[in-house]
């Protein structure tokens, strides 16, 4: 039995799933294969994942290739109610999420959704499969494969791999080119912007933006915010990453010089308290504090509560006023969570037509392959991220050019020389 919000919301829900499925063609296109290819028969999922319109189209396409569904929410914040209305009412999946959820609700849903006893599992930040490991692990012996589509994600099953703790297969969908290349660098980088303003209604141009880590959501936010007029600052501590940084033109500084002169400031690391006490200390009055990375955890939200001698909660829809004792005020934005999702809608459906291709199709390989695979992080296969590429350029009536037989023959010869 699901556990949702209001079911009388799903004709709002299935309005705007519909609406975001005008933008997903890639995903419409896996859904009528599967349709008729029914890949995943007989296969329970359950997920853990963002409860939006985009997630929905993922959902219809396992579940037009024969799955089972059950979802739970992954983060509290970005639950659209209507959409799980509509997800239950109308198409069939039992879902467990509502909107503003406190910690033990959310944990509650993700064992509810455990409790179907799945066959694989997709995550979105590892929260699920942890859960699975540490408390439910009467339920490990009938999951055969996971996904996981976040960096956070993928750091902490590399990390379950280390230790030998990880019981089965789990596919890095995150870590393909489409999904770093359009979800990472495009999505991010401008859903995250988007959070901002619509919390603040701030002018970015001619502010200091500070962008702690430059990966690809780093990179996608750093030329957005450059295209918005915004001075911007880059603290890492991937020498690569941080020359990259400097020789695409950006400001590269320590957190802590970087803290005094920054008003916007961003965090996309996957680590925890990247902003701290000590830079807090030193922000200016009025500076803006975000957070674009999975968990809450990047800001060092609790030092920023004990530093304050007053909070005004809600100076505006998910912003937080922290006034210190010297009377600055630090502004922190939906209370450290995704700002991308909290705060806006999150990823453009269009972005979220690739990530979940990758998620579909990579689904429909574990179905066949999952007994060939060790209990390890393992990279999606290539022809599926060729694949998702392929159909997205056709989708956008692009051609590209294919190799000749000669060129072909020169690529696999070692014997042709100059």
Sequence with gaps: MSDIADVSLAYEGVKRIEWADRSMPVLRQIRERFAVERPLD????????????????????????????????SNPLSTQDDTAAALVQEYGAEVFARAGTDREGYYA??????????????????DLVNTLHIDRKDLLDTVKAGCEQTTTGVIRLHQM???????????????????????????????????????????????????????????????????????????????????????????VRPMAEAAVDGDVFITVTGNREVVNAEHLAVMKDGAILANSGHFDVEIDVRA??????????????????????????????????????AAAEGHPAAVMDMSFADQALTCAWLASAHETLAPAV????????????????????????????????????WRIGS
Excluded: W
């Excluded at 959704?113 to 590892?126: H, S």
């Excluded at 990279?379 to 060129?407: C, F, H, N, W, Y």
């Design 42 to 73: 007989g296969f329970k999922v359950a997920a853990c994942m963002h409860v939006t319109t985009e997630t929905a189209g993922l959902i219809r396409t396992l579940q037009a290739g024969g799955a089972s569904v059950a979802l739970a929410a």
């Design 109 to 126: 849903h993700i064992h509810r959704a455990l409790e179907t006893g799945p066959d694989i599992v997709l995550d979105d930040g590892c």
């Design 161 to 251: 791999a280390l230790e030998g703790a990880l019981r089965f297969p789990v596919v890095a969908v995150n870590d393909t080119d489409t999904k770093h290349m359009f979800d990472n660098r495009y999505g991010t980088g401008q859903s995250t912007l988007d959070g901002i303003v619509r919390a603040t209604n701030t002018l970015l141009a001619g502010k200091t933006v500070v962008i702690a880590g430059f990966g690809y959501c780093g990179r996608g936010l750093a030329e957005r915010a450059r295209g918005l007029g915004a001075r911007v600052v880059i603290t890492e501590i991937d020498p690569v990453k941080a020359l990259d940084a400097a020789l695409q033109g950006f400001a």
């Design 304 to 341: 920023l509560g004990e530093m304050a001698v007053e909070v005004h909660h809600g100076v505006r829809p998910q912003a937080d006023e922290y006034v210190m004792a010297d009377g600055r005020r630090l502004v922190l934005l939906a209370e450290g969570r995704l700002v991308n999702l």
């Design 378 to 413: 393992h990279d999606v296969p290539k022809e599926i991220d060729t694949e998702v590429a392929r159909l997205k350029l056709a989708s956008m009536s692009i051609s590209i050019d294919r190799l000749t037989a000669g060129q072909e023959e020169y690529l696999h010869s």
